[in-house]
């Protein structure tokens, strides 16, 4: 009865936020249509002066990096073998599996031709960035769905595929942290050929590095802010000292990163444009003081850390801060040569909307039916009905962040 | 033997001619916008009494040509840059990545194709000259050899230095190329891009970051095994598993 009850209690915001789900696939779909038939230049505000938008800068880019908790944590598992942290692996690895998933979905809608996207494996230019970006993508896509296998064969008792994938775990992870390095970095790398065109804050030789040092960076933060929604979505406990530790590496990641462009800036001499009374400048300063600086402190000081909510919140940062460095690359940074103001249309902000909501849907999923949270042994019938009703509340509380 | 054109700004009349014949030869709409897009492959430009034009300048070792990642672009033997539509996933990192902001597209099509001149290539092979060059009334766009041309280039220069500008554009700018362009006015005036960065061949920028691939993927490989062995080690060790034969403690 008191099954009943909660089930009820949460019918409510259940057909809210399904509704909010569904309208928002609804004209995610239309804007699809609409993208399929007429073409990029009627559903996009993209042009010959921005040919790449929100759908590059964010659904790619930052689709990318936000899913890096995938491979650091994974690094911190099994290569340092800080084996605490292994409660929360499984969680990061399908989050970083549904983020390239939603990543090559999100090509399809970018690319003019999306049904020549395969071409790259057979039609090959070693000297094109893009070219290993895809392949490295293509890989390690795999490989996070290897490493995520484990689960699904725990699921349905296949016993000998989870023996041969526990056998190749190491080599597996090793190939998957060396994938991630490059295609993070060469994110990065995609824009060294614009030297004339992308703006000097943020056009760098180092451009790679940076790429690479702030996914790692993100991938901690992101792994924190969605053990924190999970802990509450699922009712599961939070693993605070292992969060505390993640932030505290996070912190001093964002250290090294600040510390390395501070001195870039330097060695390009570009300080006059951190106090130029430009766009480009403001949006620098957001970008840094209140995604990286600002956080930074903030995870700096054990007091600070120990609070979940400053915690939460200053990860939050991190992770908008890292969305607005890739926007900040991919957008901002290319106004001043395009001669023009780029914002999303309708359209793409419609598209992007329905990934974000697909991919909080199928995790939803797989963590109903999968076991993500713990490896086990399937609970008892009586609990998993349990599990099935505290779940109900995730969306709710995700989709409202 | 590599071709190239030669534009001179001090013959060009400005007639338009060029637009017209590209137009015909690549079955273009007529249009009245004077601006590089998919209905024009070339845009004859004024600056008070100087008339230039824009197209693609061919470069000897193009940026688009490194970016594609599926070689959809193709620097010929012949000095075109040419562009197979087959091949293209319609990624658009060429026009992000060009020097020149060459590279246009067709926005409105639901299969769209990157526009660019492609030197009339298929003329070339032909034995033909293209296009715009061939219906040049005044010789302002000269097609030839392009080491003939920038002799000729020079040379020009030098026999009337109060009537040129004293550069060859494409001489050097982004590594050189194929197409080169003589001045009476310097070339920052006409809005031709110049500085530090135009220096050097734009693929360069990406290489010095691409060449460390396989550092990476070997160094990478090697540490990440050897750091897991120590770790796994010691741990083994520690905890007094360490059993002579080498075996180690399952990892999951």
């Given at each position: ?150 689960v699904v064969f725990e699921k ?175 957008i901002t940074g290319f106004q ?66 | ?249 399952e990892n999951e």
């Open positions: 009865m008191s099954a009943k009850n909660l089930a009820q209690k949460y019918i409510g915001k259940l057909t809210f936020w399904k509704t909010v789900f569904f309208l928002v696939i609804l004209v995610g779909l239309y804007a699809a249509v609409l993208r399929y038939s007429q073409g990029l230049g009627t559903a996009t505000n993209l042009n010959d002066n921005f040919p790449w938008g929100l759908w590059i800068g964010f659904d790619v880019l930052c689709g990318v990096g936000l899913a890096s908790g995938g491979f650091t944590l994974a690094a911190v598992v099994y290569i340092f073998n800080i084996k605490q942290f292994k409660p929360i692996i499984r969680p990061a690895i399908l989050t970083a599996f549904l983020g390239y998933l939603l990543v090559i979905v999100g090509l399809l809608f970018d690319l003019g031709k999306p049904w020549n996207i395969w071409h790259p494996v057979v039609m090959w230019n070693p000297h094109s960035v893009m070219f290993e970006v895809a392949w490295c993508v293509m890989l390690y896509t795999a490989v996070l769905a290897l490493e995520f296998s484990p349905f008792r296949l016993e000998k595929p989870l023996k041969i994938i526990k056998r190749i775990t190491i080599p597996l992870v090793i190939l998957g942290v060396i994938l991630s390095t490059l295609h993070q970095s060469s994110l990065g790398s995609l824009f060294l050929i614009a030297p004339q065109n992308l703006h000097p804050l943020w056009y760098s030789p180092l451009l790679p590095v940076y790429f690479f040092i702030s996914a790692v960076m993100v991938g901690f933060a992101m792994v924190i802010f969605e053990a924190n929604l999970s802990s509450r979505a699922f009712n599961t406990p939070l693993e605070k000292p292992l969060l505390m530790e993640l932030a505290r590496a996070a912190a001093f990641i964002m250290m090294l990163y600040l510390v390395l462009r501070v001195i870039d800036f330097g060695r390009r001499d570009v300080w006059a444009y951190l106090v130029q009374p430009t766009y480009e400048t403001l949006m620098f300063w957001l970008e840094i003081g209140g995604g990286v600086i600002l956080p930074m402190i903030v995870l700096s000081i054990p007091k600070f850390r120990r609070n979940r909510t400053a915690l939460f919140w200053s990860v939050a940062m991190v992770v908008v801060g890292f969305v607005m460095n890739r926007m900040n690359v991919t001043r040569t395009a001669g023009e103001f780029y914002y999303p249309s309708f359209y793409e902000v419609a598209v992007t909307l329905m990934l974000v909501a697909l991919g909080f849907a199928a995790f939803r999923f797989v963590a109903k039916y999968f076991p993500i949270f713990e490896e086990t042994q399937p609970l008892p019938a009586a609990a998993r009905k349990q599990v099935k009703v505290t779940v109900k509340p995730k969306a709710a509380f995700l989709e409202s962040q | 033997m590599s071709y190239g054109i030669l534009f001179d700004t001090t013959k060009c009349i400005g007639c338009e001619g060029c637009m017209y014949a590209c137009r015909e030869q690549n079955g273009l709409p007529e249009n009245d916008q004077y601006k590089l897009s998919a209905q024009n492959y070339t845009v004859v430009k004024s600056v008070q009494d100087t008339y230039y034009r824009q197209m693609c300048m061919h470069c000897e070792d193009p940026a688009c040509v490194s970016v594609c990642p599926v070689g959809a672009l193709e620097k010929t033997e012949e000095g075109p840059v040419v562009y197979d539509a087959q091949k293209c996933i319609g990624c658009r990192y060429c026009m992000v990545s060009c020097p020149f902001s060459v590279p246009k597209y067709e926005w409105a099509s639901p299969n769209p194709a990157i526009s660019k001149c492609v030197m009339c290539y298929e003329r070339i092979q032909e034995g033909e000259i293209p296009a715009c060059a061939d219906i040049c009334p005044t010789g302002a766009t000269q097609f030839g050899k392009r080491d003939e041309l920038l002799a000729e280039a020079h040379r020009r220069i030098e026999e009337n230095p109060d009537l040129y500008y004293p550069h060859v554009y494409g001489e050097t700018e982004a590594g050189g190329t194929s197409v080169l362009f003589l001045s009476s006015i310097p070339f920052t005036e006409l809005g031709f891009p110049e500085g530090e960065e135009y220096q050097k061949a734009f693929p360069t920028y990406t290489w010095k970051a691409q060449k460390e691939i396989p550092n990476v993927v070997v160094f990478g490989g090697v540490f990440l095994y050897g750091l897991w062995w120590i770790v796994n080690r010691r741990i083994e060790i520690d905890n007094g598993t360490m059993s002579g034969t080498g075996k180690r403690e």
